[in-house]
């Protein structure tokens, strides 16, 4: 079964950290790029992160640059969000998505989401 699973969302205070993790079955990672979303209520999708099946180049969105890294674990096919100094304006649904390409293609398979909450 192809899938793509999000999970290491929850609570957080103002200022912590959490790490996503987006595992994925059924396909390899290596051969997609993979994307970091979010979604907050009454607002559209933002982009966050990319990194490239090509050469492993990360692309981050200038408003979590510095503070968002992604990582991979090509043994256990999952990619990684560590997400630090979270914010509460930084509550949203957390999605991970693959494509063939970070700047153009189609997306192949999206996860289910992870919600992240920071309180104040």
């Known amino acids: 079964e192809v899938r793509l699973v999000e999970s290491g969302g929850g609570l957080v205070q103002a200022g912590g950290s959490l790490r996503l993790s987006c595992a994925a079955s059924?396909?390899?990672?290596?051969?997609?790029?993979v994307s970091w979303f979010r979604q907050a209520p009454g607002k559209e999708r933002e982009p966050l992160s990319c990194i490239s099946a090509i050469d492993g180049a990360r692309y981050y969105a200038d408003s979590v640059k510095g503070r968002f890294t992604m990582s991979a674990d090509n043994v256990a096919n999952t990619l990684y969000l560590q997400m630090n100094s979270l914010k509460p304006e930084n509550t949203a649904v957390y999605y991970c998505?693959?494509?063939?390409?970070?700047?153009?293609?189609?997306?192949?398979?999206w996860g289910q989401g992870a919600q992240v909450t920071v309180s104040s």
């Open positions: 998505a693959t494509k063939s390409y970070c700047l153009f293609g189609q997306y192949a398979h």
């Open positions: 059924g396909f390899s990672l290596n051969d997609y790029a």
